[in-house]
T-cell receptor
Framework: ETGVTQTPRHLVMGMTNKKSLKCEQHLGHNAMYWYKQSAKKPLELMFVYSLEERVENNSVPSRFSPECPNSSHLFLHLHTLQPEDSALYLC???????????FGPGTRLTVT | GDSVTQMEGPVTLSEEAFLTINCTYTATGYPSLFWYVQYPGEGLQLLLKATKADDKGSNKGFEATYRKETTSFHLEKGSVQVSDSAVYFCALSVSQGGSEKLVFGKGTKLTVNP
């Protein structure tokens, strides 16, 4: 596979569930990102990892927990979410911070 | 703070019509400017970029010119096709606290009818 892949593509979860989103990049990049895309709102940057270290956390609630075990993989662990967390979650990677970002197709999350 | 404002959609055009999507920005320093496109069911793809004033980015018939005096980066295409139907995002890249980040506009949905 090439580019940035995300699994699952669709996820429905209850507010008491625990689930994880997975992102994998096959581009040899050193920076990875999580974004939240909600209807009628700008794309929101959630987390940035550079060389597997978190460099930015934009005041995201603790019910979202990122993990970057290596430069190719990024996870977003979810627990006790709220209905307003329903959105498209996009992963991106770049050669380094400040370089062009390549996006995955996203995971459409619905919290019931 | 740094921000991007782009025209609200949706925009509906007929095939071969002229397209303009307005984008203005507020930033300290000298940001790089981008247009990303999101086709249905897909992630965002970089469409074009410009890194300094008066630069023109172009790709797939789309163009945008970095205008520092008007803080604008309007997207244009002379003749749109049905396959151009997508959501278009204007963005800028800024340095914050030693790291670079992208700031996006809200997106403009374009529908092109045959």
């Amino acid at each position: 596979e090439t580019g940035v892949t995300q699994t699952p593509r669709h996820l429905v979860m209850g507010m008491t569930n625990k689930k994880s989103l997975k992102c994998e990049q096959h581009l040899g990049h050193n920076a990875m990102y999580w974004y939240k895309q909600s209807a009628k709102k700008p794309l929101e940057l959630m987390f940035v990892y550079s060389l597997e270290e978190r460099v930015e956390n934009n005041s995201v609630p603790s019910r979202f927990s990122p993990e970057c075990p290596n430069s190719s993989h990024l996870f977003l662990h979810l627990h006790t979410l709220q209905p307003e967390d329903s959105a498209l979650y996009l992963c991106a990677s770049s050669q380094a911070e400040g370089y062009e970002q390549y996006f995955g197709p996203g995971t459409r999350l619905t919290v019931t | 703070g740094d921000s991007v404002t782009q025209m609200e959609g949706p925009v509906t055009l007929s095939e071969e019509a002229f397209l303009t999507i307005n984008c203005t920005y507020t930033a300290t320093g000298y940001p790089s400017l981008f247009w990303y496109v999101q086709y249905p069911g897909e992630g965002l793809q970089l469409l074009l970029k410009a890194t300094k004033a008066d630069d023109k980015g172009s790709n797939k018939g789309f163009e945008a010119t970095y205008r520092k005096e008007t803080t604008s980066f309007h997207l244009e295409k002379g003749s749109v096709q049905v396959s151009d139907s997508a959501v278009y995002f204007c963005a800028l890249s800024v340095s914050q606290g030693g790291s670079e980040k992208l700031v996006f506009g809200k997106g403009t949905k374009l529908t092109v009818n045959p």
